[in-house]
């Protein structure tokens, strides 16, 4: 088979810098051992490999207490703590027509579960939020506000900083699974109170990584309970962090290679990151409007997304072009609704979706150049 | 006579490892070890610290914003609680 170009970097990033690999073998071959718990030099390794993994977060957030953040198995499960740890009955939150389902599915649970009032905020079809419309909405219960940072489906960013002093002292949650790694987080106490993300995807790392980030002084409630290899005695959660979220063995071994994306980034520069896909973005999207039939779903100013564009080709359903685009191109894509139906009903492109095309710091020009050939060519006929 | 050192105890092994860090950097002899069962039961590590540098590493550990919860003075099985200033906040 020939060489596989891979645009879905939005949903995990592929490939990984050789040191992540490296790491997760090292981790795995020269100190597979718990971390916190015992005291043996092999368990002191694992433990000094998540706390430089947590480290190297807190260095890319901007944050000197790298305590702050604690570990989970991805974003979702960053958000559903969150969510659940702060949201109580009879609070009212605030979020936006254009979240994931790792949003919109735990507040639809809130909603019923402990009569959260969850207001969706509607944005217009280019996802452009205006911080003004949070404000206005604020009451004397508004516990929270949830938005991305940046979109799944289109790539739109949220001006963080702008809805952060709309909320006026209502703690903003982050969602940063489309923009860590991709967009400047530093300094994160200026963008969000707490700050969910995830590994996999721009963070460079394996599944299986991510965590919640949270402003010192904030406090809230662990989704599990259980053994941290502190206070031991006590049969109690511990109140510091991060002991306080975490409970059982984390993953070392992705951590370890969690650490070293992070660490590639920081090398790299997130700006150089940037630039880098700000250009593969302006070369697609200019690319494409010289094929027929191509509808651009998002922000027309490229500037503010991040390297995600979501369209369709006339006489093609989405499923189909990137089927054809991966059996006879190797092109990797993702059609449908990218799991966030309410963003894909704001677009007007439920219940069919898009085909969403995410480029990351390894695309190339080339590759960019070679989909656009594969497009025009598939633009000629019809499925 | 066993000889006399100092221990270090803090709330969680991330506390543990930020103070090696900030030791580390700061040039300052010291050693990991588990915590001593007589003085907590914790799973975790400490820090053993020489006498003549203790102060040299409660000033570092506290610069940085470090809460050190306990000292001991040990020597052998024996262990002396020392009492400590309470961190600037």
């Not at chain 2, 400490?46 to 003075?73: C, N, Q």
Request: neutral net charge; charged residues 20%.
């Amino acid at each position: 088979m020939s060489r596989l170009i891979y645009c879905d970097q939005a949903a995990t990033s592929f490939p990984k810098p050789p040191a992540v690999i490296e790491a997760v073998t090292q981790a795995l071959t020269e100190f597979s051992a718990s971390p916190g718990r015992s005291a043996h030099r092999m368990s002191l390794a694992a433990s000094r490999t998540v706390f430089e993994a947590r480290e190297a977060v807190a260095e890319l957030l901007g944050v000197d207490d790298s305590s702050q953040i604690a570990w989970t198995l991805n974003v979702t499960q960053a958000l559903n703590l969150a969510l659940n740890g702060l949201l109580q009955e009879g609070d009212h939150v605030l979020t936006t027509s254009f979240e994931h389902n790792s949003v919109m599915r735990p507040l639809s649970w809130l909603a019923r579960a402990r009569k959260v009032e969850v207001e969706v905020i509607p944005v217009p079809p280019d996802g452009q939020v205006d911080p003004a419309e949070f404000s206005r909405r604020l009451t004397g219960r508004t516990r929270l506000a949830v938005v991305n940072h940046a979109s799944n489906v289109v790539g739109t960013l949220c001006p963080l900083k702008e809805v952060k002093k709309a909320l006026g002292g209502v703690p903003l949650l982050a969602d940063a699974a489309q923009s860590a790694g991709a967009v400047p987080l530093d300094p994160i106490e200026e963008m969000a109170d707490l700050l969910a993300f995830t590994g996999h995807k721009g963070l460079l790392g394996p599944t299986g990584t991510g965590g919640l980030w949270v402003r010192r002084g904030l406090a809230l409630g662990p989704l599990i309970r259980g053994g941290t290899g502190s206070r031991s005695e006590s049969e109690e959660q511990p109140e510091f962090m991060p002991d306080a979220l975490e409970a059982g063995t984390p993953n070392t071994h992705g951590l370890a290679g969690l650490a070293a994306g992070v660490r590639y980034i920081l090398d790299t520069g997130v700006e150089t990151i940037r630039r880098h896909e700000l250009q593969l973005t302006k070369l697609f999207l200019n690319g494409l409007t010289q094929i027929r039939g191509i509808k651009i779903y998002g922000p027309s100013d490229p500037n503010m997304r991040t390297a995600v564009v979501s369209l369709n080709l006339a006489g093609w359903s989405p499923s189909d072009l990137a089927l054809a685009l991966d059996r006879e191109f190797g092109i990797l894509t993702r059609a449908g609704l990218h799991c966030a139906p309410r963003a894909h009903r704001t677009l007007g492109t439920f219940p069919e979706g898009t085909v969403r095309f995410s480029f990351g710091v390894f695309n190339t020009a080339g590759e960019i150049e070679a989909v656009l050939t594969a497009l025009d060519l598939l633009s000629r006929r019809r499925s | 006579m066993p000889r006399e050192v100092f221990v270090y105890i803090f709330s969680s092994i991330h506390q543990v490892l930020r103070a090696e860090k900030v030791l580390k950097k700061s040039g300052l002899p010291f050693d990991l070890i588990p915590v001593p069962k007589e003085v907590n039961p914790d799973c975790g590590m400490a820090l053993e610290i020489e006498p003549d540098r203790a102060d040299e590493v409660t000033a570092a550990l506290t610069k940085a914003g470090l809460v050190i919860e306990a000292v001991y003075r040990r020597r052998g099985r024996d262990f002396q609680w020392l009492p400590q200033p309470k961190p600037m906040s």
